[in-house]
């Protein structure tokens, strides 16, 4: 009989997955519930995959990724956050940021370490900590603040065995966006405690109202203490490419490339050629898509202020709407298995996102107005007929 590591059985199947697996049992569903531009690639990073294939370009990379990617990558962290890294030492391509996340953890952290996480938060950082041998310390961020990170509370969170923060701002799945102050706050705090952060950027560029993005590694004192990880899958449409990277310490980087050797060796070729197309060709693809999900968002925001018993706060990047069910006296699982099972719309749990997310349901936005008007139309009224006490069916 084959017997199951007890590492893996910690681990937990994440609830959006449950939810959108779920789905596959109906035949017309609207989902909202996967993190996933409803944009393709554009045409000339498209163009560019298909010619590396044509190409030959098809063979192993450096395991740290093609050079000419690392170089177009420490030129975009120039000229998007004015930092400076060494593409042959202080940068790594990676399969997806997930997997720039877990190896940096596998290289960071003891068995017991603990890793400090702002919840509500992705799923996987809390079990990706598991797999490696941490301990996720979770620490709650309040709504009536806007869900920013509270610094007092992380600081009581800090142990001896307090290894990492991890920072994701914008957030999933709150879209809030980390204020200056707080930014200031945590700097100062990773320092006097000597603490690294790993800083999760792959919303950074899906920001509305007029917002602009602080890199963590930019504040006085963090560039060596910091992991920046990012990933092409949410700002050009990219998630099936399978292309992150992170950039820092050299140290830090040095190792997680040989820990690539003996997980994947590589990002794939083709997508880290398209990838140097993504960063250095036209960005108006990008800014065409965030337009469209402001819109999209602020349709949602006028939808939910008409629907009894929901609110949300305004997200201010991603395409996230973490909406507040509490009222109307139900789980959130339960919620989102009614409305599955009576209208065919998928939402996922707020508890998905870690215990304190119960009470809310995330909405992804990433979809086309269609689907949003024909499911938020399914949600009002299945609201509606729950609250008159009416039958459904």
């Given amino acids: 009989m084959i017997q199951i590591s007890d590492n893996t059985q910690q681990i937990q199947p994440s609830k959006i997955r449950k939810m959108f697996n779920k789905a596959l049992e109906y035949d017309r569903v609207?989902?909202?519930?996967?993190?996933e531009p409803d944009f393709t690639a554009s045409a000339?990073?498209?163009e560019a995959g298909c010619r590396a294939i044509r190409e030959g370009k098809t063979k192993y990379s450096e395991n740290a990724g093609l050079l000419a990617l690392r170089q177009a990558i420490a030129r975009y962290l120039a000229r998007t956050e004015g930092l400076s890294y060494d593409?042959?030492?202080q940068i790594v391509v990676t399969p997806g940021a997930m997997g720039a996340l877990f190896l940096a953890l596998k290289v960071l952290l003891n068995p017991g370490d603990e890793v400090i996480v702002n919840e509500p938060c992705w799923t996987n950082y809390i079990?990706?900590?598991?797999?490696?041998g941490g301990v996720p310390v979770s620490v709650k961020t309040d709504a009536q603040r806007g869900f920013d990170l509270d610094v007092s509370a992380v600081a009581e969170a800090i142990t001896s065995k307090t290894k990492a923060i991890i920072l994701n701002s914008p957030c999933n799945p709150t879209g809030a966006v980390a204020s200056a102050e707080t930014l200031s706050q945590l700097a100062k705090l990773a320092q006097e405690r000597d603490l690294v952060v790993l800083a999760d950027e792959v919303y950074k560029h899906i920001l509305f109202d007029g917002r602009t993005y602080t890199g963590f590694a930019t504040l006085p004192g963090m560039k060596e203490r910091t992991l920046v990880i990012d990933s092409l899958s949410k700002t050009y449409a990219m998630t099936g490419w399978r292309i992150g990277y992170a950039?820092?310490?050299e140290e830090l980087i040095r190792n997680m490339i040989k820990l690539q050797e003996n997980v994947s060796a590589c990002a794939a070729t083709p997508c880290q050629v398209a990838a140097i197309e993504a960063l250095e060709g036209s960005q108006d693809h990008l800014k065409y898509m965030v337009e469209q999900y402001?819109?999209?968002r602020d349709y949602v925001m006028q939808r939910i202020a008409?629907?009894?018993?929901l609110s949300c706060h305004t997200p201010a990047g991603t395409f996230y709407a973490f909406i507040?069910?509490?009222r109307l006296g139900m789980p959130c699982e339960e919620f989102a298995m009614k409305l599955l099972e009576e209208k065919q719309v998928v939402v996922v749990p707020g508890t998905a996102f870690g215990d304190f997310g119960e009470g809310y349901i995330r909405l992804s936005y990433a979809t086309s107005m269609e689907c949003l008007e024909q499911g938020l139309d399914a949600l009002e009224a299945f609201i509606r007929s729950h609250m008159a006490g009416e039958d459904p069916a």
Avoid: W
């Avoid at 079990?127 to 490696?132: D, F, L, P, W």
């Avoid at 008409?306 to 018993?309: K, L, T, V, Y």
């Fill in 324 to 326: 507040n069910i509490s």
């Fill in 294 to 296: 402001r819109l999209r």
């Fill in 306 to 309: 008409e629907i009894p018993g």
């Fill in 30 to 35: 609207l989902s909202f519930t996967l993190g």
């Fill in 247 to 249: 950039a820092g310490p």
């Fill in 127 to 132: 079990q990706q900590i598991r797999m490696c």
């Fill in 87 to 89: 593409p042959a030492s």
């Fill in 44 to 46: 000339n990073v498209v």
